[in-house]
């Protein structure tokens, strides 16, 4: 797994985990800071989150063709700056007025930019490493260890900003109730109905008694705002690791860094790897087919910071007992995730001291997780942002049993195509919206309960297993085909074919407002009948034209 690859994995890798990081710290929390500062509706706060997603994963494209031209190393060093202000702003606590929408906005953009300049050629630096005869067979593993770093930050930042949002909330004699924003919201706005003002006013006595339903309004969604102010800085903290390592470590990529696209071009000139304009045009053309149909995936599976945590605080139980609970600890999840990878060495170490001190390592991480999980109270409440954690542990946990997988069916020469895999991936995807379809029959429609919480939940279980089967699509789908890009994308369109994969990430990411946009207006199931059925449809394009994807990119 590990066995082979080049330091310079290791190393933008880790570069890249400390950004993502903060920047899934910030995803978790951004819709429930926008909801609760400026009282935007689901609609809203949807339509915000998915141009935000959309920019971010657009910006991408500008930032290869950019980097196409000056150098990958160049742009990744100023979209590391770039972030960092965008974040430091977004971090400074701010009146919920028009300066304080402002404010939000352009840090939001700051963002975009950084992010399109340093996502995207970061991979493509990877991508560089093997282009080298001696890597060019671990191009698939690699990008699915690059794939595990970035969810190694993404696994710890919902913690951290619940963390950060209880111990804020506790330092004023407040916790964290789901209904408190959109009540306190109405009640501001003189448009709170007799059954939701005696709501606020028993939360107001139960966390305030004395206090008026005024000062307990402006003070809630004040101190909400600021903890989650200090969630956004801890996206600050995480991208200066970011910078000392990849400025630590930059010796060992240093050729990828300086490479341009033209140089890449060269490179294989009078090479028997030189694309003929024919060559070209066809892999082109097969690219932005690939490209085409993942839009749809993006567009179900980023619904994780819209509507899916939507359905975690409305409809969910905000209690959790028994051995399910393990899941809401990060140490235990941690622990977890660190024994897959000791349990494969046991299994591959080449000696027998090697297996002996994995297989024992192993058996102290699950003594050690039992241990946690012994001493949890027998009852936990979970806030819902907690339930994005569960996709990056399943992949961080779950790559090495991917790899060893795919890995042992390349042996035997039945490993699916990038393309196959990718149809599979939509597949996958639609039987995770299938589970949350079938969870949400008979639930009142979030435009009954105007802006409250159901007075039927259901267990996290649902949650937690639609994560699952997303990941599992995720697997499929998204390290493969950022793979095939660096693999069959021209050499001098590098980082424009990289951008461009971004870029239909991006239009996923817009769409993914639609289901927002129907939250308030149709039954509940049927906002994720819809996901399932475009995923579906997907799939099944995809797979109608597996074979001229194929024979394009052999060539």
Not at 169 to 192: E, R, W
Not at 238 to 258: E, H, P, V
Request: with cysteine; charged share 10%; proline share 5%.
């Amino acid at each position: 797994m590990f066995k082979g690859q080049p330091k310079g994995l290791y190393a933008l890798a880790l570069a890249n985990t400390g950004e993502r990081f903060g920047y899934y710290t910030m995803l978790a929390i951004f819709i429930l800071f926008i909801q609760a500062k400026f009282g935007f509706s689901a609609a809203v706060a949807g339509q915000v989150y998915a141009i935000f997603l959309a920019a971010v994963y657009f910006m991408p494209l500008f930032g290869g063709i950019l980097a196409d031209k000056i150098g990958f190393g160049k742009c990744v060093t100023a979209g590391i700056a770039v972030m960092f202000i965008g974040y430091l702003c977004l971090a400074i606590p701010t009146p919920a007025d028009f300066t304080g929408k402002a404010m939000m906005f352009g840090s939001l953009a700051l963002i975009s930019i950084g992010t399109g300049l340093f996502k995207g050629n970061l991979q493509v630096m990877v991508g560089n490493l093997y282009d080298d005869p001696k890597y060019s067979d671990k191009r698939d593993s690699a990008f699915s260890l690059f794939y595990m770093a970035i969810n190694i930050g993404a696994m710890f930042a919902p913690t951290a900003a619940t963390a950060i949002t209880n111990w804020f909330l506790g330092k004023a004699g407040l916790v964290y109730d789901p209904n408190v924003p959109a009540l306190a919201h109405q009640f501001l706005d003189n448009n709170i109905s007799p059954e939701n003002l005696d709501r606020l006013t028993g939360i107001a006595a139960s966390m305030q008694p004395g206090t008026g339903l005024a000062d307990f309004s402006s003070s809630y969604l004040e101190r909400l705002s600021s903890a989650y102010n200090l969630g956004f800085g801890v996206a600050c903290i995480s991208l200066i690791l970011s910078m000392a390592i990849y400025f630590g470590c930059k010796s060992w990529f240093s050729t990828s860094a300086g490479q341009t696209g033209k140089e890449a071009e060269k490179a294989t000139a009078g090479t028997a790897s030189e694309l003929s304009p024919k060559q070209t045009k066809s892999r082109i053309t097969a690219l932005f087919f690939v490209f085409a149909v993942v839009i749809f995936f993006w567009m179900a599976f980023h619904q994780n910071g819209s509507t899916l945590t939507y359905f975690a605080r409305d409809y969910t139980q905000s209690h959790i007992s028994g051995w399910p609970r393990l899941g809401f600890n990060i140490g235990i999840l941690a622990l977890i995730a660190i024994s897959v990878y000791t349990l494969f060495a046991t299994f591959q170490s080449e000696t027998r001291k090697g297996k002996t001190i994995s297989g024992i390592i192993t058996l102290v991480l699950w003594a050690g997780a039992f241990l946690i999980y012994k001493n949890m109270a027998s009852e936990i409440h979970i806030l819902p942002q907690e339930f994005q954690q569960f996709n990056p542990f399943f992949v961080v946990a779950l790559t090495p049993v991917s790899m060893a997988i795919f890995s042992a069916l390349a042996k035997k020469r039945k490993e699916p195509s990038a393309p196959k895999k990718i149809g599979m991936g939509m597949f996958v995807a639609a039987c995770g919206f299938l589970i949350m379809t079938l969870s949400s029959v008979g639930l009142m429609s979030p435009k009954e309960l105007d802006g409250t919480v159901s007075p039927t939940l259901v267990a996290p279980y649902y949650l937690m297993s639609t994560y699952l089967v997303l990941t599992f699509a995720e697997l499929l789908l998204s390290p493969m085909g950022i793979s095939f890009v660096s693999k069959v994308a021209p050499p001098k369109y590098k980082g424009m074919m990289m951008g461009f994969w971004f870029a239909a990430t991006a239009a996923g990411n817009y769409l993914s407002s639609i289901p927002s946009i129907l939250w308030n207006k149709v039954p509940l199931w049927t906002v994720w009948a819809l996901l399932m059925t475009l995923c579906v449809i997907a799939a099944i394009v995809m797979f109608s034209m597996i074979r001229k994807l194929e024979a394009a990119t052999s060539n």
